[in-house]
Each structure stands twice: as structure tokens, then as C-alpha cells.
């Protein structure tokens, strides 16, 4: 028999190589290359004729096949998973360590929990002790989860085996987990891969709503085998600074859900407290307007944010190559955006270095900040103060023209109700909104002309 050739995955993007090396060729991460156990090779075809079952149809609408929700008990999480917990799904919730992901797990485990409803919590990174200290911090320390402290996949499937499914089952990570009849330690691709396959079918054959905790890379993207995303039904990223306060749950992907929504929590030293109105969180809370400024009323899904965009525009006298820093927003895109303000507005930041930061951590993912980002980086070169009490929104085109975006409406009506007193947007269908005064901007230049005070 031919030696079965080897092959190594990157732990980062999933791509698989032949040969090792120390940096992947496709994402170009450092040492994320494991070996993998051996492709299968599938030379042989079906003997159709020796057995095989028909499989049967079944319509879309077969009458009570869409299973329960069931709510996690904090309506923050339930409204990123798209309206609470699908019994029989698998989550992949990714975040950065320390970030908060075993204390949400927890506190939902908990609400479930005392709802009367069955969860199992398996820590593979602390000992059982520890996340008893945690939920005592939390207030939690009645409430009745069967805790344990567990690596190993077959230990926790022939336990799971021998009770009741849970309603919940959280394993926190799947990265520690491991599994006998794969080859590799911990953490390699093939062991993650293999252990959350087999948790899955667990879940899927029981009805259990399984959470796994996956750690993130530097890129952002969930670490492991990119295959995990695809394995599973959602995806989550909990995300945030953790040197603020606030953490935002996004979901990826969604099986039974909308992408688009978001879960905002605060941490505090009861763990986290839901943040029902996050409209003013991401606010200076300023009341004089100073240059370099600017409101944006984002949307988060269905809801609007209000967010202060800052900019620090710094002439250099030398000719030294000047930097551009972003926090919050897509350094392309402020590349772009400086590109247009040059090349249609005449404005010159070749020689000035452009600090560009998201008030409160948060990370800004809405097209139509352009506008608002445009109307900082002007206010600060202009070293003029936006006017008082101005919202900015829009999507900056290519050529300078100031496109129309989704949920006018909405972003007006929460800038009016948050006492803002102007908009400046692109003209759209969204109408008048009462208690606020809209500018009509079509075109980048006209904005400059604005705010540089030439008209
Ligand atoms: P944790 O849930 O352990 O993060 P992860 O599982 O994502 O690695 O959260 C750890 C951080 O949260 C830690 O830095 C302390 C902070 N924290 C609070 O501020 N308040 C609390 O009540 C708890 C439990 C944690
Ligand atoms: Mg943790």
C-alpha cells in the first residue's frame, strides 16, 4: 500500500499545503501549519445494484417541524441570535480572550438554568472552582447548572450519554477539547474539527443547543480551522475594547436569523448588564463642538446608534512620509476617502499626518459613515468646529457624489429624538422628520464649501 502522504492545514485560513512551512502561502500567518491526518482517497464508486435505501421527500411545509426558541433570559443575546436559542443548533461564538465570553456563557447558563430548563457547562480552560468563584461574583452561585471541568470528548459524550439532554450545552473551548481517536494535540486543526463534529451531532441527534467557545487570531477571524464556520449554524463574534466597557454580540451567520443584528452589553463588576438604548453610548456627551467632530447616526440591524467620529489632522514642516492611524473604521476606506477629498475638493493632506478614531471602542462596519467621516477630516484640517448639534450621513462615491443609504428615516428620527438639531444627508425618500433641519448634500465639494465657510 502507498505511504499515505501528509498534509498540513493552516490553523488560520484552512488551506492545506503538502509540504511544511513556516508561513502560510495563502494568509500568510506564522506557524499556523499542523499536520493533519491524511486525505482519504475515494477511488471507489457505489455498487448501485447490492442495497442502498430510498430516502424520502418530505415537503417544506410539514406541520410542526420549526422548533421552539428558547429564550438565553438576556434579550440582548437573544436578539443577535435572531430571537433566542434554536434547540438542536450549534453556535460558534468567537471573541478575544478576556473579552467576556465565559461570563455572557455563564450568566445565559444561569437565566436558563433557574427558567427550569436543563444546561451543562463544560470548562476545558478553568477548573470547576474557578467558575464557581466567577458565578459567586455574578450572583449566580444558586443557580442549578451541572458544571464540570472536561476535555475530553469521549468523557463528556459517554456522561452526556447516561442523562437527560440538556436545553443547553456550553463547552468553553473548543479548542481544549480533545478526542482519543484522532491523532494530534489539542488545538490542531483535526482535532478541533473532529471534536466539534462529533458535538454537533450530539446536539442535532438531541435537541441541544450547543455553544462553543472559539479563541480569535490577530486577523479577527475565528482561530481553528476555518471549516468550523462552516460546520456550524451561527456564528458569533463578541467583540469590543477591553479597555471600555462595552461589548457588542454580532452574529456572522445565521441559519435561523437575520446577520444584521446586534447584542450591546456593558461590563461592570457584576459582570454584564444589558444595554437596551445604546444610542448614546458611543457620545462624547460634549456640549461645545470642537473641530474634528462628528455625529453619525449608524444602524445597527434594525436599530440606530449614534456615534462621534473625532479626527486630529497634524501639519507636518518636514518632509517625513506622514502617518494615517485608524481605530473603528477600515483604513482603505479613510485612504479612499482622503484620495476623494484631494482629487474633488482641492484639499491637500499629503503633508499631514490623520489620526482617525470611533468614540467608546466601537467599531464602525455602516457604509454610510463616509459622509460623517468626510465632514471630521475637513472639520480638523479646517480647524473649524462642525456646527452645533449637526448629525452627518451618506455614502461618498468615487467621484465625489453623496449617495443616498438605507433607513434615512430612522437614523432622523433618532438623531431628533436624541436632540440633534440638523442632518446633513444626501436627498432621499425618507421625507421630513419633525424637530430636525435637513441639509441636502448631493456633492463632496458643496460640503467643503460648507464647512471651510466660503458659501
Ligand atoms: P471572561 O468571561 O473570562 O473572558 P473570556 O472568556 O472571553 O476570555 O472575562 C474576563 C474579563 O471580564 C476579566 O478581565 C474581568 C472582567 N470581568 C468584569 O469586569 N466583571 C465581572 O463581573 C466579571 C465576571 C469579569
Ligand atoms: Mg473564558
Not at 183 to 197: D, I, K, L, M
Not at 232 to 259: C, T, W
Amino acid at each position: 500500500m502507498a505511504k499515505p502522504k501528509r498534509r498540513y492545514v493552516c490553523s488560520a485560513c484552512g488551506s492545506v499545503t503538502s509540504r511544511w512551512q513556516g508561513q502560510c502561502a495563502d494568509c500568510g500567518e506564522w506557524n499556523t501549519l499542523t499536520e493533519d491526518a491524511p486525505q482519504t482517497v475515494f477511488s471507489t464508486r457505489h455498487d448501485l445494484s447490492s442495497g442502498g435505501r430510498p430516502i424520502a421527500f418530505e415537503p417544506l411545509d410539514a406541520p410542526g417541524s420549526l422548533p421552539q426558541r428558547r429564550t438565553t433570559g438576556l434579550a440582548e443575546f437573544d436578539r443577535a441570535l435572531g430571537g433566542g436559542l434554536v434547540p438542536g443548533s450549534a453556535i460558534l461564538m468567537g471573541g478575544d480572550p478576556g473579552i467576556g465570553k465565559s461570563t455572557l456563557l455563564l450568566q445565559a447558563a444561569a437565566r436558563i438554568a433557574q427558567a427550569g430548563g436543563q444546561v451543562v457547562y463544560i470548562s476545558g480552560e478553568e477548573a470547576a472552582g474557578q467558575v464557581r468563584l466567577r458565578a459567586e461574583r455574578l450572583g449566580l452561585a444558586g443557580a442549578p447548572i451541572s458544571l464540570a471541568s472536561a476535555t475530553s470528548v469521549r468523557d463528556i459524550l459517554t456522561t452526556l450519554g447516561s442523562m437527560d439532554a440538556p436545553a443547553l450545552l456550553v463547552i468553553d473551548s473548543i479548542q481544549t477539547m480533545h478526542s482519543d481517536q484522532i491523532e494530534g494535540a489539542p488545538g490542531t486543526v483535526s482535532q478541533v474539527r473532529g471534536c466539534a463534529f462529533e458535538l454537533i451531532r450530539y446536539a442535532k441527534e438531541n435537541g441541544t443547543a450547543l455553544v462553543l467557545v472559539g479563541h480569535v487570531t490577530k486577523d479577527g477571524s475565528i482561530a481553528g480551522p476555518r471549516v468550523l464556520e462552516h460546520m456550524v449554524d451561527v456564528v458569533m463574534a463578541f467583540e469590543g475594547e477591553r479597555s471600555h466597557q462595552y461589548r457588542i454580540l454580532r452574529s456572522l451567520k445565521n441559519r435561523f436569523g437575520p446577520v444584521d443584528e446586534i447584542g450591546v452589553f456593558a461590563m461592570a463588576g457584576q459582570g454584564l448588564q444589558e444595554v437596551a438604548n445604546p444610542s448614546l453610548l458611543f457620545l462624547s456627551g460634549r456640549e461645545e463642538p470642537v473641530p474634528g467632530s462628528a455625529v453619525f447616526p449608524a444602524m445597527e440591524g434594525t436599530r440606530p446608534v449614534l456615534v462621534e467620529i473625532q479626527a486630529l489632522i497634524v501639519r507636518l514642516q518636514s518632509g517625513a512620509t506622514p502617518r494615517r492611524a485608524v481605530v473603528g473604521w477600515d483604513s482603505g476606506r479613510l485612504a479612499m476617502l482622503l484620495a476623494v477629498l484631494e482629487a474633488r475638493c482641492g484639499l491637500n493632506f499629503s503633508s499631514a499626518e490623520v489620526y482617525l478614531n470611533v468614540a467608546g471602542g466601537y467599531r464602525l462596519a455602516d457604509p454610510a459613515a463616509d459622509l460623517a467621516v468626510a465632514a471630521a477630516l475637513v472639520s480638523g484640517l479646517a480647524d473649524r468646529p462642525l456646527p452645533k448639534a449637526s448629525t452627518w450621513y451618506g455614502e461618498v462615491s468615487l467621484a465625489g457624489e453623496v449617495r443616498p443609504v438605507a433607513h434615512g428615516g430612522i437614523r432622523l428620527r433618532e438623531a431628533a429624538k436624541l436632540g440633534f438639531a440638523s442632518a446633513y444627508a444626501p436627498a432621499d425618500s425618507s421625507g421630513e422628520v419633525a424637530g430636525i433641519r435637513r441639509h441636502d448634500i448631493a456633492m463632496l465639494p458643496r460640503l467643503v464649501d460648507r464647512i471651510m465657510g466660503d458659501t
